[in-house]
């Protein structure tokens, strides 16, 4: 049995089948990689140029992960996939 600590800890998935989840999160990775990548070449390298773009692209994206719960996870997702991109890259 669950307790209840973590059954409301669980994401806003966790009602779908597993792979619905999977390709929500899969689809939240491959969105963040391009959009890393773009960011990237936007900037050319420049690291307050890519600090710039990178908090304007997670305001928005802050926007719909908290207005719109069927897409957290491909948000949250896209989210760390992007900093990870830019942030190895740079």
């Known amino acids: 049995m669950q307790s209840r600590v973590l059954s409301n800890a669980v994401s ?4 779908y089948h597993a792979p619905v989840s999977f390709f929500l999160r899969l689809s939240g990775t491959v969105a963040g990689a391009v959009a890393g990548i773009v960011v990237w070449e936007i900037c050319q ?5 890519i600090a710039v773009l990178m908090f304007i692209a997670n305001y928005v994206l802050y926007h719909l992960f908290f207005f719109k ?20 890259v740079a």
């Open 45 to 49: 390298g420049v690291t307050y140029a």
């Open 69 to 88: 719960p069927f897409w957290r996870v491909v948000i949250l997702m896209t989210q760390i996939t992007m900093l990870l991109v830019g942030s190895v």
């Open 12 to 15: 806003s998935t966790a009602n």
